[in-house]
């Protein structure tokens, strides 16, 4: 097996026949402005189209970068197998519509720099900017000031950009026993209760195509995983 990259790049992917080559390609040039090594987990969910096709045969073409397969349409078992199979020093998870090499570069300064455990790339912190549309916005807000209030969060978004030192965090996220859209939430939220340096930046969202699921259809499910989640961070 080849050495350990310096850093693992995790990527959930679900039905993205559309965008996926060029969003790899698109990455990989942006990545030659870096010198550190790196993989790129490509983590596919469930996807009905071409996506595990493509992504086979990118894995074939470039050696750097992995497909992996959860087997179901599940945002957070892709994610956390993502993160599991990471061989990185440092973790570093994106979207495959967002790839904002701009975030990599700050968060890995405060990683390498400091003694931050984990970076959290924030749409609404002060400085951020948020392009979705006012709906989307607005849904952001509402379930983060759910989590403040039902989890006792302080900080102003979970679901953003994510870099963190993986030895810090690997347990972390085997404790996490939530999935789909919460996953992300409670990674955050656990580490935060750990004890581990939790820093917040803001970063630009500007998506190249509008979101896979239906907002709207999510929500029941949401606000049933917010309550599970408070339950589950309070018995540690």
């Not at 679900?14 to 040039?29: A, Q």
């Not at 994510?162 to 347990?171: D, G, N, P, S, T």
């Not at 929500?219 to 408070?230: E, G, R, T, Y």
Request: proline share 5%; aromatic share 6%; hydrophobic share 40%.
């Amino acid at each position: 097996m080849p050495d350990a990259p310096h850093v693992s790049i995790v990527i959930p992917v679900y039905n993205e026949e559309g965008i996926l080559r060029g969003s790899v390609l698109e990455l990989e040039e942006k990545l030659r402005g870096f010198d550190w090594s790196y993989e790129l987990l490509l983590c596919e969910n469930g996807s009905r189209d071409r996506t595990i096709e493509i992504g086979r045969e990118i894995e074939i073409e470039h050696p750097r970068v992995r497909m992996l397969s959860a087997g179901a349409p599940n945002y957070g078992l892709a994610m956390r197998m993502g993160i599991l199979e990471a061989r990185g020093t440092f973790v570093i998870c994106d979207e495959i519509d967002l790839l904002d090499t701009e975030f990599y570069a700050r968060a890995m300064a405060l990683l390498e720099r400091s003694d931050t455990d984990l970076v959290v790339g924030s749409k609404a912190m002060v400085g951020s900017n948020d392009q979705r549309p006012l709906f989307r916005r607005t849904a952001t807000r509402v379930y983060n000031g759910m989590l403040r209030v039902v989890c006792h969060y302080p900080g102003t978004d979970t679901h953003g950009l994510k870099a963190f030192r993986r030895e810090a965090l690997l347990e972390t996220a085997r404790r996490c026993v939530l999935d789909r859209d919460v996953f992300a939430s409670e990674f955050v939220i656990r580490a935060h209760r750990e004890g581990k340096k939790v820093v917040e930046i803001p970063f630009a969202v500007r998506e190249k195509r509008p979101p896979s699921i239906n907002l709207l259809k999510r929500v029941p499910h949401v606000i049933k995983s917010v309550a599970k989640l408070a339950i589950s961070v309070r018995r540690g």
